[in-house]
């Protein structure tokens, strides 16, 4: 088969994806690796109908992959995960709708584009969790403690773009995250991004049955077939608080592996957008932007 992999230069030296494209290569697929925020791309030439049997995404939020992957999606190619269920994961405002619509345990959560409009939130509310709507990998997550806390921080908040709020979950400062690879699920525990001085060593530990039975639900809700879901045990049982597509599968055993079969199932199956009139002409090799060989 032959796959094209979008890695953001954040995950230039990251185990996950390119460990699972060098053992396709190794199984003998062809796999080509585009970096989409260092690329010039000849994009109208090169994201073609029959140019690839899929692609796979692994980017930031807000980064440009995701617009290469709909680009793929939108004539006609196989997207890993399919590109509508990773639009309705990384925008955290849509996903939160998303999931309490279709009952999934899921704080209430408010949006404001400007960080000032977050201070009308009532007090009752507090402690909040804000972070940014298209946030990923931690990035600006803040705990606020009471409407004071909030002005102070709301420079540090300016020119994120669209926020959430959400109140904070009473936890033992843990997060438990559950994985889903080609419909099996693994659980682990880490610190908590709110609480670094936990000293929690990651590890996987059993997963309860409650908790598999939203981790199940939360990739029919949405569509995934590799994904990620954040877990708090909070004091009136498990809460989701985030879901990714394609995150880093730490603690899976045999991860590469496993990712790599699923990839390959995805691809033999489809998952395209289907778009009419959608051309069909072969694109030419993609060798000049690099196969995977070339590219790391």
Known sequence: MRLCFLVEEHYRRDGMPLDVARRLTAWGHRVDVLRPGDT????????????????????????????????????????????????????????????????????????????????EIPAAEYPLVVKPADGSSGRAVHLVAHPEQMAALGPALAGEGLLIAQPYVPNSGTDLKVYSVDGELFATQRASPLHPGQGVRERRVPLPAEVARIAAQVGEVFGLDLYGVDVLLGPDGPVVVDVNDFPSFRQVPDAVDRVARAVLRLARSGTAVSVPGSPGALVPELGAYGPLGAAL
């Open 40 to 119: 010039l791309l000849a994009v109208s030439e090169a994201v073609r109908a029959g140019s690839h049997d899929a692609w796979v995404l692994k980017t930031v939020s807000g980064g440009p992959g995701l617009t290469l992957l709909e680009a793929a999606a939108a004539v006609g190619l196989t997207t890993v995960n399919d590109v509508r269920s990773i639009r309705g994961v990384r925008d955290k405002a849509l996903a939160a709708v998303i999931a309490r619509t279709r009952g999934l345990p899921v704080p209430v959560t408010y949006a404001a584009a400007r960080w000032e409009r977050l201070a």
